[in-house]
């Protein structure tokens, strides 16, 4: 299976956790703010007990540091906590690393990290939170996939399962959503399309 997978759907919880790798997904992304250490390792550690013997991915968003005390394999962060980041910690605990952008400087640090992904967003607009950069709009992918060669591409921000596949028609490898998910009113079977949407066929 690719890492990240193209549906990369990123929730709050393990609640949410639980339910999507149930249904197979094989990319997750835990994204819980503002948590102390000890909350923030107690909630890893459920979490990779939660995707122990699924096809699930569990990506940890932002606590690398419980991501390696925990024996997770996949770690995302942002540009603040890349900046504060031990990425040799990271790699010596053989864990891959995700790193957030939204604009060209932005990607140069990302890029100094050597990253097995990067994240481009937002490309349409978005509602979940407060954001300082305009949407990046199509044709950006299509940028951003030349600027980092073979290293796999994944569009954030506003994604439904059309703006999805534009997303993927543009040059992304992964579609990563977070509302269109959390927030639909029969969220399995939004998941259910989104798999259906995003499988690769021969």
Request: glycine share 8%; net charge neutral; charged share 25%.
């Amino acid at each position: 299976m690719p890492y990240p997978d193209r549906f990369y759907p990123v929730v709050d919880s393990i609640a949410w956790l639980k339910r999507l790798a149930a249904l197979g997904v094989g990319t997750v992304q835990l994204r819980a703010k503002d948590l102390n250490d000890a909350d923030a390792r107690t909630l890893v550690r459920e979490a990779v007990a939660a995707t122990k013997g699924t096809a699930t991915k569990l990506v940890v968003n932002d606590y690398w540091r419980a991501a390696i005390d925990a024996g997770a394999q996949h770690v995302h962060l942002g540009q603040e906590d890349l900046a504060d980041a031990d990425v040799k910690a990271i790699r010596r605990a053989g864990l891959l690393l995700g790193v957030s952008t939204h604009d060209r400087a932005e990607l140069e640090k990302g890029l100094a990290a050597d990253p097995d992904y990067v994240a481009l967003g937002p490309i349409y607009p978005t509602l979940l939170k407060k954001m300082p950069w305009a949407p990046q709009g199509l044709d950006r992918i299509g940028e951003w996939k030349k600027l980092i060669g073979n290293k796999p591409l994944v569009a954030i921000g506003g994604l439904t399962v059309e703006r999805a596949k534009l997303c993927l028609a543009a040059g992304a490898d992964s579609a990563a959503v977070v509302g269109d998910i959390v927030n639909h009113a029969d969220p399995m079977g939004q998941t259910k399309a989104w798999l259906a949407a995003t499988r690769v066929t021969a």
